[in-house]
């Protein structure tokens, strides 16, 4: 190298500032896929747990008010925990992104579902190994899913893909698919991305009731970390 030359620096991601990295899955599927994990885990804790919700937090803090009202078949202390968890859960997620901005997206992305698949797995084998209903199991279990989900919201918000914006909620994609339509202000009148992900929380949410009705609580958990799991080793950058 000459006195004039400079090594080139990598391109750094628009989202981040962090160096760019579009090497595995892209992130439109990915998310799509954590999506469907979502439903699925709502299946879990909601059939499962005594009607709890540990990653759609506007519907638990429905059932907070419904528990708080005694409600039969509801429970605040369940409902709080999970509200608490999931808080923390974003919390540190958070301070995570605001620590670790020099990752690139795909870092910051494999980097949460490398921890949201431990916390699965953890969770999966505290139901295999003790009993559902077993008040130290369900506060375990609520616990352990409802940070992972907070976790995860806190990064993809960070990771700020269009249409994808969350993996736990529908309400505002629902609210934007019908405002933005032919039939709305006909601004967007196609949105694939919005439809694919009602589509996958969907189909998260009929899988994760069959497997709680069929099996037990273990079945679906594990393979909402595997999921986690696989996308820690495969997913991108890139949108």
Same mark, same amino acid.
């Given at each position: ?42 299946? =879990? ?16 803090? $429905? ?51 490398? $921890? ?20 130290? @199991? ?17 990064t993809v918000r960070k990771l700020a893909v ?5 993996? @736990? ?40 009731? =069959? ?7 273990? $079945? ?14 495969? $997913?991108?950058?890139?949108?």
């Open positions: 190298m000459t006195g004039t030359e400079h090594p080139t620096e990598p391109p750094r991601d628009p989202q981040t500032g962090g160096p760019h990295d579009a090497r595995g899955l892209r992130l439109v599927p990915a998310l799509l896929a954590l999506t469907a994990m979502s439903g699925l885990i709502d299946a =879990v804790t909601y059939l499962g747990l005594g009607h709890v919700f540990t990653a759609n937090m506007t519907g638990n803090v $429905v059932v907070l008010g419904f528990a708080a009202a005694g409600a039969p078949g509801f429970s605040v202390p369940h409902t709080a925990a999970s509200l608490v968890c999931f808080l923390l859960g974003a919390a540190t997620g958070g301070r995570a992104t605001r620590h670790m901005g020099a990752l690139s997206r795909r870092g910051l992305a494999r980097m949460t579902l490398g $921890v949201e698949a431990l916390l699965l797995a953890a969770a999966a084998a505290m139901a295999a190994a003790t009993s559902d209903d077993a008040p130290a @199991t369900v506060y375990t279990i609520i616990a352990l899913t409802a940070f992972a989900m907070g976790l995860r919201n806190a269009r249409g994808l914006t969350t993996t @736990t909620v529908v309400t505002m994609t629902l609210t934007g698919l019908a405002a933005d339509s032919w039939a709305g202000d006909g601004t967007r009148p196609r949105s694939p991305r919005r439809t694919a992900s009602v589509a996958a929380m969907f189909t998260g949410a009929v899988l994760g009731a =069959v497997l709680v009705l069929h099996h037990d609580l273990a $079945v679906p958990l594990l393979l909402a970390a595997a999921t986690s799991a696989v996308l820690t080793f495969t $997913v991108s950058g890139r949108d």
